[in-house]
């Protein structure tokens, strides 16, 4: 049976470890003629937008000697109700894995029962495990090894926040996340954190001590609609100058991105010295390639 990547969770912790490490290890020693997937396909469902995923994705398939196809929901029969299940019989016989973008892990977890090639949760509306692939990636690049070490998520406790909780438990570091009571992540999906996620009702406090500060869009893809009552709660929750001082002196500031300057966070944050959002949106490149070897080969 094909081994799938839908939550960060379902990796080992030995596992995760391995995948980042080796993702260090390509960004350095990668050359044009290490070419494992040659003949090789990557499907790419993107039911929502994307820069990132994408073109990390794609150039990553390239890198290794593989192909990716780019398919939208809209310009596909799934955009016309062709099911989930028949998609993923179909396209599992003419291609290598499956990655997905859409706003259902319940459709994920359907497309990787019928699928007899690994499917890949390009980010849901629940989860965002490829991006955490980066961020872990990122943190031991910066600050070393995160693990007895603190995180304070700011802001929504959205589908990033939930992948941030699990790696909380896979990278042994504490994770407190501050967001208003309305966008807090559900019990269960703390519960995946076991006692590595706690919930910290202000910032300030959360932000205290920490040796990162992540926080992430207040309105993500799809809750468009909630978009001015969400500015309205979340505003307490910025990541601003005066947050960042309560961290530690050296604390990293991360951000998935796509940002927006003046609302989640302030421009003399993710453009100043202590942000690393850039080597977090190139190392979804690297930790992507090292994803798609422990799959595929
Ligand atoms: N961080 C991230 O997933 O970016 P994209 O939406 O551009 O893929
Ligand atoms: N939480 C955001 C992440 C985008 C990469 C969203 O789901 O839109």
């Not at 080796?22 to 396909?41: F, M």
């Not at 998609?87 to 599992?92: D, G, I, P």
């Not at 609609?225 to 990541?239: D, G, K, M, N, S």
């Amino acid at each position: 049976m094909a081994r799938h990547f839908l939550t960060l969770g379902e990796l080992q912790a030995d596992e995760a470890h391995a995948i980042v490490q080796r993702a260090i290890k390509l960004k350095h020693e990668h050359d044009l003629s290490y070419r494992p997937l040659v003949g090789r396909t990557l499907a790419m469902i993107f039911a929502k937008s994307s820069t990132r995923t994408r073109v990390s994705f794609e150039v990553g398939m390239a890198k290794l000697g593989g192909h990716a196809l780019m398919l939208t929901t809209a310009q596909t029969q799934l955009g016309r109700e062709e099911a989930v299940a028949d998609t993923a019989k179909v396209l599992s016989r003419m291609c290598d894995a499956i990655m997905i973008r859409n706003d259902s892990q319940a459709d994920q977890e359907e497309l990787a029962r019928h699928s007899r090639v690994p499917v890949i949760n390009g980010l849901s509306e629940r989860h965002h495990p490829c991006q955490l692939l980066a961020d872990m990636q990122t943190w031991f690049e910066h600050a070393g090894d995160p693990a007895g070490k603190t995180a304070a998520w700011i802001g929504d406790g959205n589908n990033v926040c939930t992948s941030w909780i699990e790696a909380a438990r896979l990278f042994g570091f504490k994770l407190r996340i501050s967001t208003p009571a309305p966008y807090r992540p559900t019990t269960g999906d703390l519960a995946l954190g076991g006692d590595a996620a706690s919930l910290v009702e202000s910032p300030a406090a959360a932000a205290t001590g920490a040796d990162v500060i992540v926080t992430d869009c207040w309105t993500s893809m799809g809750r468009e609609a909630e978009q001015a009552q969400r500015i309205r709660a979340l505003t307490p929750f910025q990541v601003n100058a005066a947050l960042m001082q309560r961290a530690q002196p050296k604390a990293l500031f991360m951000h998935c991105l796509p940002a927006h300057r003046g609302e989640e966070t302030t421009a003399d944050v993710i453009d100043g010295p202590q942000s690393v959002v850039w080597d977090e949106a190139e190392n979804r490149l690297w930790a992507q390639m090292a994803l798609l070897e422990f799959l595929l080969l």
